[in-house]
């Protein structure tokens, strides 16, 4: 079974719009991370959100938020007040257990355009 | 530096030619990792370092593969004999690794070592 499903292959929005990236994850460890990462044509991918299991809060940072429905096991991202800039390919992915050694499994990725 | 740091951003190797590539991660971080991500893919494990100990080399393709972290600092990730299916972005990652806030555990990428093997 896949760990992190990105069930939107691309998404379009129109500037200054919100718009929603949905991000659906498996796992039975009750201590868990989710991220989000944005990546442009460049390569680099840059850390966006970071929600844990035991955040009582979503988590927001500037207009970025984290939809976190724990018993349905989604974590979709929300961006506000979409702009041009933020047109990229942006994935979710997950870090299971508590330990340094957790890699990421990462999702197929949701590729946004912001129209003018 | 501020960042992690990859190099060399591009490369293009004649197939059954060795590579290096090398990685800079953020000063302090215990955790190293390596991923490929092919086009259009999200990126894969390869594997992860804690300082200088190599802990898990579960994602590595094939034994033409290997990686080193000898002062438990900068990485160097070796191909041997590159194939066509060896083209893909290489990225290295680097966190403090511990604990359960966004702090410890966030992994930070390097902009990624783009191969082409022809």
């Known amino acids: 079974a896949q760990k992190i499903t990105q069930t939107q292959p691309g998404m379009f929005v129109q500037e200054k719009e919100a718009v929603t990236l949905d991000c659906t994850y498996d796992t039975s460890d009750p201590s868990y991370g989710l991220f989000w990462y944005k990546q442009p044509s460049s390569g680099e991918m840059i850390f966006l959100i970071y929600q844990g299991s035991y955040d009582q809060q979503n988590a927001t940072e500037g207009r970025y938020s984290l939809n976190f429905q724990k018993a349905r096991k989604s974590a979709n991202l929300v961006i506000s007040a979409s702009q041009l800039g933020d047109s990229a390919m942006y994935f979710c992915?997950?870090?299971?257990?508590?330990?340094?050694?957790?890699?990421?499994?990462f999702g197929s990725g949701t590729q946004l355009t912001v129209l003018p | 530096g501020a960042g992690v740091s990859q190099s060399p951003r591009y490369k293009v190797a004649k197939r059954g030619q060795d590579v290096a590539l090398r990685c800079d991660p953020i000063s302090g971080h215990v955790s190293l990792f390596w991923y490929q991500q092919a086009l259009g893919q999200g990126p894969e494990f390869l594997t992860y370092?804690?300082?200088?100990?190599?802990?898990?080399k579960s994602g590595l393709p094939s034994d033409r593969f290997f990686a080193e972290r000898p002062e438990g600092s900068v990485s160097t990730l070796k191909i041997q004999r590159t194939q066509q299916e060896d083209s893909a972005v290489y990225l290295c990652?680097?966190?403090?690794?511990?604990?359960?806030?966004?702090?410890?555990?966030?992994?930070?990428f390097g902009e990624g070592s783009w191969l082409t093997v022809v």
């Open positions: 990652a680097s966190s403090l690794g511990w604990g359960r806030t966004a702090s410890g555990n966030t992994i930070y």
């Open positions: 370092f804690q300082n200088e100990a190599q802990l898990d």
């Open positions: 992915a997950m870090r299971e257990g508590d330990g340094p050694a957790r890699q990421l499994t």
